[in-house]
């Protein structure tokens, strides 16, 4: 069984992103206005929308973790799941206005796990949002998301199927981010990381999902929650396999291969 690495060579791998909880705070703080917050805490049919938007409120104004509340979990997955894209969806936005919202209600979710670890399980799916919005939102926001995902594997990597997917959205945000030389190393060592995760948690998880029928896909075969499994597909396509601008040639034949694996191609 393959060990996860050592905390500090996890902090030494991940610290050209400056790992930081807060990191997309001031970004919320000009692209979230009260009518996008309202709207987050009304999307549960309005209920408990005022005590919902009070618990938003600071996490808006000073970047502050609200306290744990059902409610307000509630509607920051409806809003986790909206698609931006789809003119009809509801509960949510649509367009650039959707998926910030869609961002600050992954983000919000991502920040409770560590604190509230019983609750959270799953997370490939809220990871596989928020980095989706990430990237359609631009590279100041892709390179705060994975910051925020930096700091957030460190504090709490997740449960043993959802830790490998976190290692990813890392991987696909850097992989997206970096294109100079230089950084192909830190590049490939990167997705040596998340292969490394990925055996990892096939071996720790419960020897029933063996039996499952998707077992045997590479990382998308780990989870029962399986709802964002296109997301990860196309992200995967996208900028591991065929991206716009390729990596730095180092990195380059190891991204394509890995990325095959997560596309199923």
């Known amino acids: 069984m393959r060990e996860r690495l050592e905390s ?20 919320f703080q000009t692209n979230i206005d009260e009518g996008m917050l309202r709207e987050i805490a009304e999307a ?10 009070a618990l938003l409120r600071p996490m808006l104004d000073a970047g502050v973790v609200a306290a ?14 909206s698609e931006p894209g789809d003119p009809e969806w509801s509960p949510g936005g649509h367009g650039q206005r959707g998926h910030w919202m869609r961002l600050f209600a992954c983000t919000a979710l991502v920040r409770f796990a560590p604190t509230r670890r019983d609750l959270f399980s799953g997370e490939c799916n809220t990871v596989a949002q928020l980095t989706s919005s ?20 460190l504090a709490f990597p997740g449960a043993d199927e959802d830790a490998p997917f976190v290692a990813l959205a890392i991987l696909l945000l850097s992989t997206h ?25 096939r071996n720790a998880v419960s020897p029933w999902r063996s ?20 997301v990860w597909r196309t992200l995967a396509q996208r900028i591991l396999v065929q ?11 190891a991204l394509q291969l890995l990325g095959a694996l997560v596309a199923g191609i």
């Open 8 to 27: 500090h060579a996890q902090q030494e791998l991940l610290a050209p992103l400056r790992p930081n909880e807060s990191a997309l705070t001031p970004l």
């Open 44 to 53: 549960d049919h309005g209920w408990k929308a005022d005590e919902c938007f």
């Open 68 to 81: 744990d509340d059902f409610n307000l979990r509630e509607v920051l997955e409806l809003i986790r799941v």
């Open 134 to 153: 990430a990237i359609i939102l631009g590279k100041p926001v892709a390179r705060a998301t994975a910051s925020l995902l930096a700091w957030r594997f």
């Open 177 to 201: 981010l970096e294109d100079q030389e230089d950084r192909g190393q830190w590049l490939k060592e990167l997705g040596k990381w998340v292969e490394d995760e990925e055996a990892r948690a």
């Open 211 to 230: 039996s499952m029928p998707h077992w045997d896909k590479w990382l998308l075969g780990l989870t029962l929650f399986t709802q964002r499994e296109a």
């Open 243 to 253: 991206p716009e601008r390729p990596p730095p040639p180092e990195a380059c034949e």
